[in-house]
């Protein structure tokens, strides 16, 4: 949610800039004279320039959780002056006349909409976002970075953490054990760990965040860290601290989101548009029953979600319970050709755009086999860390088709967890590649 609304942000305060210069214009000169449209292109390609330049090095969209529309006037008006100053010396330095009136008639209409696009975000965001739901922090580490941030977040009720208590790095035997156990118990959802330097098997503490759906963040530099805490705390800002698995970065899950709603969406408008049609004409043709096989499925923090897939199967009654497999007598005709393809895993693209599934990621399992899986490994809940993909890195690896023994899972889940752990956006590109390339060729279908 404060990314989509970062880019609201800004797209709303280009366009309204663009639309005050034309009304300035407009109502002040006219468009009749040469010389005032040759004016008029300047002032967009001054005004333009220098809301960018300014964007880029100042970021005057970075708002915390707990914004508001007066933060932003007292944080946004500065910016406002420093545009206009920019502006008037691109001006004079260029030597372009522009009428008082018409500049102080510009930003007059431009601050009216500026301010008046942020009430309308904020007040839209009260009405759709549901009460603040509360997360669970411990902070691993009694010292003066630990301190810091639990005052921070005493500071600031609005973003919703509740600290639920201290472990003692001291406390080397048995820490990761303590800390598991304590987790279930008060459904911890946040781990801090301020180490200043020394060494409590971080490694299984992270494995821990993973098996556990917990986020582990690790402060590591003492002077560093407890300085941007404080600054952090004076403007308003989360506590920033290094995060060990790089998907955590809020600007990494930007980065990947924005990809999966591009891809999504061309997909969805450039083929999907004409081929589901057909592929439902097809399927109606081929058996009785729905265009759709919809079915729950563990998702991101294990929770449910309705994965869409083409029908390739007749009705039955063990749909939810038994995986496809070979020779599988349920399938049909066209289906069999559907999952041979994998067509019948095109449908999930309305997933990834709804918000539920990602292009990459581990394959999402039916419920039953969640549970029964999570019981035989037990690394494997850490695979729901992130949100399911329609490719994974598994998948494109060879670790596919009909799960027939304990392995075949194992060898899925350590690939999960390497993704995981070492998520980059050229990775992602390289799992799409491998995928296709994997789909051109012909290779066993993905359970």
């Keep these: 949610m404060p990314n989509l609304i970062k880019i609201l942000f800004f797209l709303g305060d280009v366009f309204f800039l663009n639309l005050s210069i034309f009304l300035s214009t407009v109502l002040t000169t006219g468009n009749s004279d040469e010389t005032n449209a040759s004016n008029k292109v300047y002032l967009f390609i001054f005004s333009n320039l220098a809301w960018l330049f300014l964007t880029m090095v100042s970021n005057p969209y970075n708002l915390s959780k707990g914004w508001s529309v007066s933060k932003v006037i007292k944080s946004q008006l500065a910016f406002i002056f420093i545009h206009l100053l920019v502006v008037a010396a691109l001006i004079f330095f260029l030597k372009r006349s522009y009428s008082t009136l018409q500049i102080g008639l510009m930003y007059l209409i431009f601050v009216t909409m500026f301010f008046s696009w942020k009430m309308v975000i904020y007040y839209m965001r009260k009405i759709l976002t549901p009460a603040v739901s509360f997360k669970n922090y411990i902070l691993v580490g009694n010292n003066s970075i630990s301190k810091e941030i639990r005052k921070y977040y005493l500071l600031n009720p609005q973003l919703g953490y509740k600290f639920k208590g201290y472990f003692s790095i001291d406390e080397t035997e048995a820490l990761v054990e303590k800390i598991r156990v304590f987790s279930e118990t008060n459904e911890i959802h946040e781990i801090y760990c301020c ?88 399927i109606k043709l081929d058996s009785k029953g729905p265009v759709f096989f919809r079915q729950l499925r563990s998702g991101k923090n294990n929770r449910p979600f309705k994965c869409f897939k083409f029908r390739t199967m007749v009705i039955n009654s063990k749909s939810d319970t038994h995986q496809a497999s070979k020779n599988d007598t349920r399938v049909t005709k066209l289906g069999a050709i559907l999952r041979k393809t994998s067509i019948d895993e095109l449908p999930q ?36 860390y992130v949100k399911p993909g329609i490719t994974g890195l598994a998948q494109c690896l060879g670790y596919r088709g009909e799960i027939r023994d304990i392995t075949d899972i194992r060898n899925r889940v350590r690939m999960d967890r390497y993704y995981i752990e070492n998520w980059s956006f050229f990775l992602d590109l390289k799992v799409i590649y491998i995928t296709i390339i994997s789909l051109l060729r012909g290779s066993e279908k993905a359970y």
């Design 349 to 384: 693209f309305i997933n990834v755009f709804l918000g539920n599934m990602s292009i990459v990621g581990p394959r999402p399992h039916m419920l039953k086999h969640t549970e029964e899986y999570r019981k035989l490994i037990e690394e494997f809940m850490g695979r729901h």
């Design 195 to 282: 180490s200043s330097g020394q060494d409590y098997s971080l490694k299984q503490l992270i494995n821990l965040g993973l098996d556990s759906l917990i986020r582990v963040k690790i402060v590591t530099d003492f002077n560093e860290s407890l300085q941007r805490a404080i600054q952090l705390d004076r403007f308003d800002r989360e506590p920033i601290s290094s995060v060990t698995i790089p998907i955590d970065e809020s600007r990494n899950q930007f980065i990947k989101r924005l990809f999966d709603i591009v891809f999504s969406s061309l997909f969805l408008i450039f083929i999907m548009s004409w081929l589901l049609p057909i592929i439902a004409l097809l």
